[in-house]
């Protein structure tokens, strides 16, 4: 059981770098259990600098003590609005196992609806776990490994999503 004032509010400008140390830490976890090689490591700012975050994303953080300690996105802004794609959703290691994700989760839910979707690795089953408790399924895995390390994506989507189908691509015209 995890701490009970956790605040979930809307992320605000002034929060980039919190979610930006919240990525840092927990995308090491992500790559120790996806097998990944954290020498090819990319910051948040080099992922998606904050303009592009904040011009296509809406955000949520978990607040410990006023202290982001995790945080959510989707993109709903300009020609991602209905998309339903879950872009980010990571909770500091610290606060792992508490529930923290799993609110995050419901407050980006309530936002994407039926055509909520998102992308994860093989061998992240703490997130592949949560997102099949919000009734998304394994889609379609690929193997990624142009510009980054080799691994397996994963597509998770409800059955209600256009993207639950496995033809159509996730971003674009192809895969």
């Known amino acids: 059981m995890g701490p009970t004032n956790i605040d979930i509010r809307v992320f605000e400008a002034q929060d980039w770098d919190a979610i930006c140390a919240v990525y840092q830490s927990a995308a090491m976890v992500e790559l120790a259990l996806t097998g990944g090689d954290a020498s090819v490591f990319r910051p948040m700012p080099e992922e998606e600098d904050k303009d592009k975050f904040l011009e296509i994303n809406t955000a949520a953080v978990a607040c410990l003590d006023h202290d982001v300690i995790g945080f959510s996105a989707w993109r709903d802004r300009g020609s991602w609005q209905g998309s339903g794609y879950l872009s980010w959703l990571y909770v500091?290691?610290?606060h792992h196992g508490c529930g923290i994700g799993n609110q995050l989760l419901?407050?980006?839910?309530?936002s994407l609806g039926a055509e909520a979707w998102t992308l994860?690795?093989?061998g992240n089953d703490p997130a592949i776990g949560l997102y099949q408790k919000h009734g998304m399924q394994i889609v379609v895995s690929r193997v990624r490994d142009a510009g980054e390390y080799a691994h397996t994506?994963?597509?998770l989507a409800l059955p209600t999503s256009r993207k639950f189908d496995p033809d159509v691509p996730n971003f674009g015209a192809s895969s």
Do not use: G, I, N
């Open 92 to 94: 500091d290691p610290a």
């Open 106 to 110: 419901v407050r980006a839910m309530a």
């Open 120 to 122: 994860t690795k093989l």
């Open 153 to 155: 994506e994963l597509r």
